[in-house]
Nanobody
Framework: QVQLVESGGGLVQDGGSLRLSCAAS????????IAWFRQAPGKEREGVSY???????DYADSVKGRFTVSRDNSKNTVSLQMDSLKPEDTGVYYC?????????????????????WGQGTQVTVSS
């Protein structure tokens, strides 16, 4: 059974850090692009970051310099280190898996292209 499970969310103060993990089962992550999305109440799901099978990464402008995505294929996991957190980072964070190549630099932000999704983990940053 294919499954993605996120963990590591929680409540943190403005300026704090959290490390999210995305663990896969039922498939080998190293053949997939893994992306992180987030969704705040009343807002659309937005792309945060991604990492390819060859460790190419990209980030939303709002998190560049604060978030770092990495993968450990031996553990079939992808992590998102989030530093200098801000209240506007609050939301449910999801990881998603896509098997293929991006056709342009922006397509990774499109939720509909992803094959698998996790259930999400809540991140709340208090001011």
């Amino acid at each position: 059974q294919v499954q993605l499970v996120e963990s590591g969310g929680g409540l943190v103060q403005d300026g704090g850090s959290l490390r999210l993990s995305c663990a896969a089962s039922g498939f080998a992550m190293d053949y997939y692009v893994i992306a992180w999305f987030r969704q705040a109440p009343g807002k659309e799901r937005e792309g945060v970051s991604y990492i390819t099978s060859s460790d190419v990464t990209d980030y939303a402008d709002s998190v560049k310099g604060r978030f770092t995505v990495s993968r450990d294929n031996s553990k079939n996991t992808v992590s998102l280190q989030m530093d200098s957190l801000k209240p506007e980072d609050t939301g449910v964070y999801y990881c998603a898996a896509f098997q293929g190549a991006f056709t342009n630099a922006a397509v990774w932000r499109t939720p509909g292209i992803y094959d698998y999704w996790g259930q999400g983990t809540q991140v709340t940053v208090s001011s």
